[in-house]
């Protein structure tokens, strides 16, 4: 059983940066493809990004990519995402989420139903 718990979330005037952390435990960090969602009051959990076991492959979300990173320390158990040039429409919950895989290319792991593992979230507001 895998535990994932994300941390780095807050209030950012847009236009700014932030970055987020997920640190795993009870697993193996690096057989697992990892991914970023979110979720915006009302609306659906939405994918936004995700890196593959090694590190040598990301996939985004199009309304990120360029201003979103993500990447991962396996030595840490740690994925990251690195937020700039944040806008209001950013705002929500972002989950970090564990997919069992040693794929090479992430592309396509979208779904929610997709991936194994959740942490609780942690609350990103972006202020105009």
């Known amino acids: ?12 005037q847009a236009g700014g940066s932030l970055r987020l952390s997920c640190v795993a435990s009870g ?7 990892m991914a970023w969602f979110r979720q915006a009051p009302g609306k659906e959990r939405e994918f936004v990004g995700a890196i593959s076991w090694s590190g040598g492959n990301t996939y985004y979300l199009a309304a990120v990519r360029g201003r979103f990173t993500i990447s991962r320390d396996n ?16 705002t929500a ?35 105009s």
């Open 75 to 90: 030595a840490k158990n740690t994925v990251y995402l690195q937020m700039n040039s944040v806008k209001p429409e950013d």
């Open 1 to 12: 059983q895998v535990q994932l718990v994300e941390s780095g979330g807050g209030m950012v």
């Open 27 to 33: 697993g193996s960090f690096s057989s697992y493809t």
């Open 93 to 127: 919950l972002y989950y970090c989420a564990a997919r069992r895989s040693k794929a090479t290319v992430v592309v396509g792991n979208t779904l929610p139903s997709e991936y194994d593992y959740w942490g609780q979230g942690t609350q990103v507001t972006v202020s």
